[in-house]
Structure formats: structure tokens, C-alpha cells
């Protein structure tokens, strides 16, 4: 038994070994990079693949793809989606819900509207109390609705956002954008007591969200600067004002947890008049007291328990060189604007969180990303603090500084080191949105703040004088956030803060000269615009995309960007125009620039792409369309008189053929063995073949009949050919051409006889013909040359005749120093009678 190692008999049970530690060079080793965050997602006719790397791919959408018709939400899931869409509480201790004063009257009237199916619109300033009204309102509507009570918000909203927003709260369609039709079919079908706060638009807008949803009553909360609705539309109005000084003095009571002094209430009737009683006025003064009741309590317990031992007076907040338990009220300008006083009095956290929401436009980050931003463990308490003082109010899902607080802080110098910080919350949300363990829908909560890093970053990135550094720096860190935080909204189905990332980073990648980010965002400005049914806005933008990408021999994102560039030619239902050849340019190509290129016939991915592509935008010109199909519709008739014109040619050709078999029959389709009798230029006389006589010395005579056999070699007009069967002449004077004219004229000698059997004829051109005695009739083949005008002498003659010989036709005169002879050089062809 070993003693180290104690067997199971000697404890009952087998002792439990640890498993040996991996080795460490595994943990220092180069990890694999994690997998691209893919989603796949329906965009009414189209399958959209979310593809952070080479970028989104848009296809038209298969069957079995395509999501049928969503159903409705249920209760309990309308339940937790509202939660969702509530601001997260701030850690600490439970903080009790400030009681609305003053506000019954207005809380019961628009229930009833509500209830009555009718649309309201509450007005009020920044800071009346706008959004505590619209809570209580939505807890009494529970009931009226068969769809409950859908809140969303506003701020940095468009009407189609906002109608998408509510089929999705309504209906259950994840990964599902709807279509128009459907959207509209959708939104008909939803009925809901709709609350939405931070109204930013009216008018027509406002109408088109209305007629969308005729089972819906809104209850609005905006702005008196923002539009109006329409005479037209529907809406009551309610205007919230302030509060009298008798509610006034209650808040700040119920905020120092005691009954004011006199002094307290004068400096409560000063602010009043002041602030015209709006409720976040005193909500913020009375931070102000509280502040001062702990400033006077004793130094010891202040001391022991730590509550401001980190509180820094900044320059701006001089508080009196006195004893604690002498604090004077704050002036009547201080509790006007008591931002910066409040401030001052916060933990170092929560002034860096302001500070940070400065450089943010307003926009406090989420209490979860405070730790990392701030580099405090607990700065996620800073929101807490602010909350208590009033510095922020809640905004959907998220918090922004309060009304008039920007400014406040601004003009106390907050904002000094407002491009650092924002840079730094962008190489954060950067690294934070592109993590695989953030889902979308949390980058889609925090896209304002991202969207507002952007605007700080884009903007600034104009390199200053004698500084190029910082410009390429924020250049780059924000091209890094844009292209990890814009898949993220398009997955998210946040469409509206997708396209303002991809604005953003596209400006970015063209001032920093990041060719191949560019090219990106130009192709997701393209899907984007082509899920949007904007079909010349995304040709422009994949166009500038494949150019890019192109030169960069991106072959992936090229073949991505000719498919969404063939999927944009089918919806505008254009054809290819007019090719152009090489070395020319189109008519709309400019000066210097080459001429863009369609997509190809096959849109394969494995097929072959050009070394380098160069596009440009093309201006959209009215009519276009209209001149693209003119041409092709000149290219089809030209096409088809060319098809017609080969026809005809065809036909030719074989009727051509196929006519030697009725040469025969046909006189004007019969071919001669030999050939006809031509003159030669300048002596006007007729040559032809001479032809041989036979063995006797006498001329062959008479017509020559086509053969009506090829021979051994199947072809006409060969050697080999049998003879055919000579047929007489019908006159004697000669014969007639195949038209029937007759081409020798009428010798006056006595008539000839019958002309003997032809024979096979012979070429020879030295040996003339044996002359024909008087009186005997002359052989005269049938010539098809011209009649031919007789010479004239001045010596007594006959009229002439052709006499045919082996030597060809002899023109035959009675002058006895006249003799013209047809053939070739000084071979004679007949006799002088």
C-alpha cells in the first residue's frame, strides 16, 4: 500500500486528483480570430446576408426563405417588450417615484381622449414635465386597447421608423423588414393606445403615420418648436404649462425632507418667478439645498463616513471661505443655471461622466460602458447622482442631459476636452459593437451615442494647421467604429441609424485614404438603397463600389457588387445598351475618365473578373430611361434587317443550286460550251475560240445542244461529256441567239445545204479552216455575239455573212483587200469570196 497515495479502502472513497493544468504556452499563444457575426435577414423581395468582411449579399429571395404572416404578440410578451424599452434603473438604493403635482386635471382629460379613440398631441417646454405625465397616462390606458399600450420614442425618428418600430412591437417578426404593402397591411391591422414621447416632426408626416394606423390613438409628447400638425389631421391639442408656487415650494420640500425656513420660502419665490414654474427647476434647486444641509453638517461625520472626500471646487465654483454651518442660499443666477454648482459638489466620476456627455452632444453613456470610460470600477453610481440632481432625464431607453443643462456646462468649460473624450468613447464602442458577445440589439440601444462620436469625429477630421496626426487618428478610429457598429444596426433592424453610420464612415474612409474601407460603405449604401426601392441612388453607389474595388482586384466584393447592380437593372427593367468598342467612349463618359462597365452575362462568382474596373458616378438624368430603351429598340430592327437580309441571301444561293437541273428547259438558264463571241477593244471585230473541223478539212456547223449527261466525272462541260445529237439549223443563213434574235445577217449567195455531223471539236489556233467553195453552204454555228454593221468600202460589195470555222465566226465581205477575222492573233478564219 502506497503510504503517499491512500487506497479507496482506507477513506471510503477514491481520492479526487485535480486534472493537470494546460500548458501555459496555450494561454500566450496567438488565439484564433473569432468568426464574423453573420445574420441573415428578409427585406420584403429580397434575402439580405449581413457579411461584415467582404459585405452585405442581396438576392432575391427563395419560397422557402420567405416568412410567412407574423402573428400578433401576446400579453406577457407585449409586457416584456415594454420593459425593454424602459430606461435601466441606476444602481444604488431605491429611489421613491417623485408624486406629479398639479397635473390631475390634464392626466384625466387625456385618458379620456384616449379612450374615445381620439389621436392628442401634448405641448410643453423642456423641463415641464412632459414624460412623467406620459408614464402615469400609459399606466391608466392598460385596458383600452386590444394591443395594450406600445411606447416609443421619437428622438431622432422619422415617420417610417417610427410605423416600423410599432409593427415590431405589435407583431412578432424577427429578422423581417416588411415591405411597403405589407408594412402598410401590418400597421392596419395593430391596434394600440400608441405613446410617443420626443416627437420630432408634423405636418405631412404626421398625417401619413396617422392614416397608416386608423385603429390606433397616439398619444404625442413635443416640443412648442417642432411643427404643428395639419388642419386636416385629427389631433387635439393640450398644452402643458407650469406649476404655481405653492407646488413649487412642496417639490423642494419633499427634496431636503423638511419644511423650508423663510428665507428658503423668499429664495423658493424668487426662483418661481424665474422659472415660470417648471417643474425641473426646483427639482434642480432642491438638489441645491440638499447639497447645503450636507455642507453644513459637522466636518467630523463628513470626515468618518467619506461622503465628499473626492469632491474636487473646480475654478469655475468658489464656495465662501466660511464655517460649514454658514453656507448662504445660492444666488438667484446660480439657481437659474445650477449645473455647474451641482456638478462641482458630485464625485469625480460623475463629472467625468458629463464630461463625456458633453463631447457626446448630450448623450450619457450607458452605465454599464461608465467603468471602461471613466477607468473608475464604480463610476456605473455616477448616473445615480445625476439623476438625483436632475442633471439628466430619461429618453427612451437611455438617458441624455437635461433640458438646458448642455449649455450650462458648456459655458462653464466642460467641453475643453471634448474631441479626446469622444475619441475615446469611439475606440470603445468600437471594440465593444464588433465583440461576439454583443448581440445587435444592444448596439441598436446604444446607436445614439455611437452615432453622436461619429458626428464629433467626421466633422474634425480636417487636418489643422501643422497637425496632421490627430486628423489621420480620428480619421481612422472612426472608420474602425463605423464598420464594426453599421452591421450591427442592419442585423438590429435599425435601419435609419445603419444609413447614418455608413454616411459617416464613408466621409471618414475618403478623408483618411482607406480605398477598401470606401468601397465598402459605398456597396452598403448601395443594398441599402436597393432594399429601399431607391434604384438610381443604388446604381450610383455600387457603381463608385465595384470601381473601387475593382482597382484593388477585390474579386469577392466585385462579384458581390455585380450581383446587386444586376439585381438593380432587373427592378428598373433596363436591358444592356449599345456596346462600346475599345479605344471609344460612351456619350456620357467625361474627359480623362474610362468608360463604365456593365455587368457581365453571367454573374458567377467564379467567374473571371478584369484586372482593373474604374466606374463613375453618372449623373441622373431626366429621360434617361426613355433614350436607353429607344436604342434598344433601333438595335432590334437593325438586328432583325440583318436576320432578313441573310435570309434573303440564303434563299438565292439555294434556288441557284438547285436550278441546274432545268437548265434544259429554262432558255435563259443554258450555258454554252464555248464561249461567246467578244469584241476586242479597239479594232471592232468579234473573237471567239476557234474551233476544229473534222478530219475531211470542212467546218463544223450548227447549234450545240446542252449535254444532258455529265459523264464519269458528274460534271457539265467537261471533256468526258458524250456528244449529244446536233440538231439542224431551221435557217440557213445562220442561227439565233437563245433570246431569239437572229445574229448573222442574210448572205445574198445561194442557199446552203444541210450542215454534216459535228464532231468533237479541237483547241487549235494555227491551222485556219479549209475555205468553203462558192455556192456551198457555210457551216455556221449559233453565235449569241451582237448583230455586227458590215464594213463599208468604197469598192463594189455584197452584204456580208458570218461563217463559223474552228477559228471562230469570220465576219466574210466580197471586197477582195477586206478581211476581218475574230480570231486571236494572226490566225485567219475564212476565205475572201
Known amino acids: 500500500m502506497d503510504p503517499i497515495t491512500p487506497g479507496p479502502e482506507q477513506h471510503g472513497q477514491a481520492p479526487s486528483r485535480r486534472p493537470p493544468r494546460e500548458p501555459l504556452t496555450a494561454d500566450f499563444a496567438p488565439s484564433s480570430p473569432a468568426p464574423a457575426r453573420m445574420v441573415r435577414l428578409v427585406s420584403g423581395d429580397f434575402l439580405l446576408t449581413i457579411n461584415p468582411v467582404d459585405g452585405s449579399e442581396i438576392e432575391p429571395c427563395p419560397p422557402g426563405e420567405r416568412p410567412g404572416r407574423p402573428r400578433?404578440?401576446?400579453?406577457?410578451?407585449?409586457?416584456?417588450?415594454?420593459?425593454?424599452?424602459?430606461?435601466?434603473?441606476?444602481?444604488?438604493?431605491?429611489?421613491p417615484t417623485p408624486a406629479l403635482l398639479e397635473r390631475q386635471d390634464e392626466r384625466e382629460r387625456l385618458v379620456r381622449l384616449l379612450a374615445r379613440g381620439r389621436s392628442v398631441r401634448l405641448t410643453g417646454p423642456g423641463g415641464s414635465g412632459r414624460t412623467a405625465l406620459l408614464d402615469l397616462v400609459a399606466e391608466d390606458c392598460l385596458d383600452l386597447a386590444p394591443d395594450g399600450v406600445v411606447r416609443l420614442t421619437g428622438f431622432h425618428r422619422t415617420a417610417a421608423e417610427l410605423l416600423h418600430d410599432l409593427v415590431h412591437a405589435v407583431h412578432d417578426a424577427p429578422l423581417h423588414r416588411p415591405e411597403p404593402d405589407e408594412l402598410r397591411d401590418l400597421a392596419r391591422r395593430a391596434g394600440a393606445v400608441v405613446v410617443v414621447d420626443d416627437l420630432g416632426f408634423g405636418g405631412a408626416a404626421l398625417d401619413e403615420l396617422l392614416d397608416a394606423t386608423p385603429e390606433c390613438a397616439y398619444l404625442f409628447a413635443a416640443t412648442p418648436d417642432v411643427p404643428a400638425p395639419s388642419a386636416d389631421a385629427d389631433v387635439e391639442e393640450v398644452f402643458l404649462g407650469g406649476l404655481d408656487r405653492r407646488a413649487g415650494v412642496e417639490i423642494l420640500e419633499r427634496a431636503v425632507g423638511r419644511v423650508l425656513t423663510e428665507e428658503e420660502a423668499n429664495w423658493a419665490g424668487d426662483l418661481w418667478f424665474e422659472s415660470e414654474g417648471l417643474p425641473l427647476r426646483f427639482v434642480q434647486a432642491g438638489a441645491l439645498l440638499r447639497q447645503r444641509d450636507q455642507l453644513r453638517a459637522s466636518t467630523g461625520a463628513v470626515d468618518e463616513y467619506g461622503v465628499f472626500e473626492n469632491v474636487r471646487v473646480s475654478a469655475e465654483v468658489s464656495l465662501p471661505a466660511a464655517q460649514p454651518e454658514d453656507v448662504p442660499l445660492p444666488s438667484l443666477g446660480e439657481a437659474a443655471a445650477p449645473a455647474p454648482l451641482l456638478a462641482a459638489r458630485l464625485s469625480a466620476s460623475a463629472r467625468a461622466t458629463l464630461r463625456f456627455a458633453v463631447a457626446l452632444g448630450g448623450e450619457v453613456p450607458h452605465q454599464a460602458h461608465l467603468p471602461a470610460l471613466v477607468g473608475d470600477t464604480h463610476a456605473d453610481a455616477a448616473l445615480g447622482e445625476l439623476a438625483d440632481c436632475g442633471l439628466?432625464?430619461?429618453?427612451?431607453?437611455?438617458?441624455?442631459?437635461?433640458?438646458?443643462?448642455?449649455?450650462?456646462?458648456?459655458?462653464?468649460?466642460?467641453?475643453?476636452?471634448?474631441?479626446?473624450?469622444?475619441?475615446?468613447?469611439?475606440?470603445?464602442?468600437?471594440?465593444?459593437?464588433g465583440h461576439p458577445s454583443v448581440t445587435p440589439e444592444r448596439v441598436c440601444a446604444e446607436a445614439d451615442a455611437v452615432l453622436a462620436a461619429l458626428a464629433v469625429l467626421v466633422p474634425g477630421a480636417a487636418p489643422q494647421a501643422g497637425d496632421g496626426t490627430g486628423a489621420e487618428d480620428a480619421d481612422g478610429c472612426a472608420v474602425r467604429l463605423a464598420r464594426t457598429a453599421a452591421p450591427a444596426f442592419a442585423a438590429g433592424l435599425h435601419w435609419g441609424a445603419w444609413e447614418r453610420a455608413l454616411r459617416f464612415g464613408a466621409e471618414a474612409s475618403r478623408l483618411s485614404g482607406e480605398v477598401a474601407e470606401q468601397a465598402y460603405f459605398h456597396h452598403e449604401l448601395g443594398v441599402l438603397a436597393l432594399c429601399g426601392g431607391q434604384l438610381d441612388r443604388a446604381r450610383a453607389e455600387l457603381e463608385a463600389s465595384i470601381g473601387l474595388r475593382g482597382a484593388l482586384a477585390d474579386k469577392p466584393g466585385t462579384v458581390a457588387g455585380r450581383r446587386a447592380l444586376a439585381l438593380v437593372a432587373d427592378r428598373a427593367g433596363d436591358v444592356p445598351g449599345p456596346l462600346v468598342r475599345a479605344g471609344e467612349e460612351g456619350p456620357d463618359a467625361r474627359?480623362?475618365?474610362?468608360?463604365?462597365?456593365?455587368?457581365?452575362?453571367?454573374?458567377?462568382?467564379?467567374?473571371?473578373?478584369?484586372?482593373?474596373?474604374?466606374?463613375?458616378?453618372?449623373?441622373?438624368?431626366?429621360?434617361?430611361?426613355?433614350?436607353?430603351?429607344?436604342a434598344t429598340r433601333r438595335n432590334l430592327v437593325a438586328a432583325?434587317?440583318?436576320?432578313?437580309?441573310?435570309?434573303?441571301?440564303?434563299?438565292?444561293?439555294?434556288?441557284?443550286?438547285t436550278s441546274q437541273e432545268d437548265t434544259g428547259k429554262n432558255p435563259a438558264g443554258k450555258a454554252d460550251a464555248r464561249p461567246s463571241a467578244t469584241q476586242a477593244p479597239g479594232d471592232g471585230s468579234l473573237g471567239a475560240v476557234p474551233e476544229q473541223g473534222d478530219g475531211t478539212g470542212a467546218a463544223t456547223a450548227g447549234p450545240l445542244a446542252t449535254p444532258t449527261n455529265p459523264g464519269p466525272d458528274g460534271t457539265y462541260g467537261t471533256a468526258d461529256d458524250p456528244a449529244p445529237p446536233a440538231t439542224p439549223s431551221a435557217d440557213p443563213s445562220g442561227t439565233k441567239a437563245p433570246g431569239g434574235t437572229d445574229t448573222s445577217p442574210t448572205p445574198s449567195g445561194p442557199t446552203p445545204t444541210k450542215p454534216t455531223k459535228p464532231t468533237k471539236p479541237t483547241q487549235s489556233t494555227s491551222a485556219p479552216s479549209k475555205p468553203t467553195p462558192s455556192g456551198s453552204p457555210s457551216t455556221a454555228p449559233p453565235s449569241s455575239s451582237a448583230p455586227v454593221t458590215p464594213s463599208t468600202s468604197p469598192s463594189t460589195s455584197t452584204a456580208p455573212s458570218t461563217t463559223d470555222s474552228a477559228g471562230g465566226p469570220t465576219l466574210t465581205s466580197t471586197s477582195p483587200d477586206t478581211t476581218r477575222s475574230g480570231g486571236a492573233g494572226t490566225s485567219g478564219a475564212g476565205t475572201v469570196m
Do not use: I
Open 392 to 433: 439628466v432625464s430619461p429618453v427612451g431607453s437611455r438617458y441624455r442631459l437635461a433640458a438646458g443643462v448642455q449649455t450650462q456646462l458648456e459655458a462653464a468649460g466642460y467641453d475643453a476636452d471634448a474631441p479626446a473624450r469622444a475619441r475615446t468613447a469611439a475606440q470603445h464602442y468600437a471594440w465593444w459593437a
Open 640 to 657: 432583325g434587317s440583318g436576320a432578313l437580309l441573310v435570309a434573303v441571301l440564303g434563299a438565292v444561293v439555294t434556288l441557284g443550286m
Open 591 to 630: 474627359e480623362g475618365e474610362p468608360s463604365p462597365a456593365g455587368p457581365p452575362a453571367d454573374h458567377r462568382p467564379s467567374g473571371p473578373v478584369g484586372d482593373t474596373l474604374a466606374t463613375h458616378r453618372l449623373p441622373v438624368v431626366p429621360g434617361a430611361r426613355d433614350g436607353a430603351r429607344r
Open 72 to 95: 400578433k404578440l401576446t400579453a406577457a410578451e407585449r409586457a416584456g417588450t415594454e420593459r425593454g424599452s424602459r430606461p435601466p434603473v441606476p444602481p444604488g438604493p431605491t429611489r
